[in-house]
């Protein structure tokens, strides 16, 4: 109990700075590809931020394996975070640890009591929207048959893709890129799943209340109406009694 209670205090304080960091991410990933002439010392400052914020993130997971009370069943229950901390390590390409580093801080956001489906829905989709643009501009935009040559071109890209509208106008070429794409499809598919479910489970909650509201007032009339007719036969009994009384 002691051991589970040290991994949700180390949880709490940790959210917000994880979160920093990841936020630290974004932009260390998004510098180089969004402005193509950086110098080289800017971009290998970049590229060290993102793996000291992997390297943040993969010292949080040992440690909260270290505070589990039964660490066989956290690897179990965590095996994303697992594969997201191992990922870059095997190949440690720029887009893996942007994988790598979306999938740890979605684990600990959802793991926030505080931050509610909603929220954790609209993050998903402004992050993945422009990690996925960033993905694919910084695949395509070297590709000599390539159609998406600027940030414009791969935030709308992606955002028709995510929506599964999928004009055609613009489209990777690269194998890499494809690959972007089908995760981006899969993803915005579930979101959409995710986002009908929660606008039904408010509707049926909304029905359960008003049914519940019905009954408790159809209670409510029939406790009333047995205390009027109990009421009915006292006076109806006292009425009777009286006459009795005077005579």
Same mark, same amino acid.
Request: proline share 4%; hydrophobic share 50%.
């Given at each position: 109990?002691?051991?589970?209670?040290?991994?949700?205090?180390?949880?709490?304080?940790?959210?917000?700075?994880?979160?920093?960091? /990841?936020?630290?991410?974004?932009?260390?990933?998004?510098?180089?590809?969004?402005? #193509?002439?950086?110098?080289? #010392?800017?971009?290998?400052?970049?590229?060290?931020?993102?793996?000291?914020?992997?390297?943040?993130?993969? @010292?949080?997971?040992?440690?909260?394996?270290?505070?589990?009370? !039964?660490?066989?069943?956290?690897?179990?229950?965590?095996?994303?975070?697992?594969?997201?901390?191992?990922?870059?390590?095997?190949?440690?390409?720029?887009?893996?640890?942007?994988? #790598?580093?979306?999938?740890?801080?979605?684990?600990?956001?959802?793991?926030?009591?505080?931050?509610?489906?909603?929220?954790?829905?609209?993050?998903?989709?402004?992050?993945?929207?422009?990690?996925?643009?960033?993905? @694919?501009? #910084?695949? %395509?935009?070297?590709?000599?048959?390539?159609?998406?040559?600027?940030?414009?071109?791969?935030?709308?890209?992606?955002?028709?893709?995510?929506?599964? @509208?999928?004009?055609?106008?613009? /489209?990777?070429?690269?194998?890499?890129?494809?690959?972007?794409?089908?995760?981006?499809?899969?993803?915005?598919?579930?979101?959409?799943?995710?986002?009908?479910?929660?606008?039904?489970?408010?509707?049926?909650?909304?029905?359960?209340?008003?049914?519940?509201?019905? !009954?408790?007032?159809? %209670? /409510?009339?029939?406790?009333?109406?047995?205390?009027?007719?109990?009421?009915?036969?006292? @006076?109806?009994?006292?009425?009777?009694?009286?006459?009795?009384?005077?005579?």
């Amino acid at each position: 109990m002691e051991r589970q209670s040290a991994q949700a205090a180390w949880e709490r304080r940790t959210e917000r700075p994880l979160l920093a960091l /990841a936020v630290g991410f974004a932009l260390a990933y998004a510098v180089p590809i969004v402005d #193509s002439t950086a110098s080289r #010392s800017l971009t290998e400052l970049c590229t060290g931020v993102e793996w000291v914020v992997w390297g943040a993130f993969a @010292v949080d997971y040992v440690i909260r394996l270290g505070l589990a009370p !039964r660490r066989a069943e956290f690897v179990r229950r965590h095996w994303p975070d697992l594969c997201a901390v191992v990922l870059p390590v095997l190949q440690p390409l720029r887009l893996l640890r942007m994988v #790598s580093t979306l999938l740890l801080v979605g684990r600990r956001a959802r793991m926030a009591p505080q931050i509610r489906l909603t929220t954790y829905v609209v993050g998903s989709v402004v992050g993945l929207l422009m990690f996925g643009s960033l993905a @694919v501009l #910084s695949v %395509e935009r070297g590709s000599p048959h390539g159609n998406i040559r600027t940030l414009g071109d791969a935030v709308w890209w992606s955002f028709t893709t995510m929506t599964t @509208v999928g004009y055609g106008d613009h /489209a990777p070429t690269t194998g890499l890129g494809r690959m972007i794409a089908v995760g981006l499809m899969l993803s915005g598919i579930a979101l959409l799943g995710v986002v009908t479910a929660n606008i039904a489970a408010w509707f049926l909650s909304q029905f359960e209340k008003d049914d519940v509201e019905e !009954r408790r007032q159809t %209670e /409510a009339i029939a406790v009333l109406t047995e205390e009027v007719r109990l009421l009915r036969a006292e @006076v109806a009994r006292l009425t009777e009694r009286r006459p009795d009384h005077h005579h």
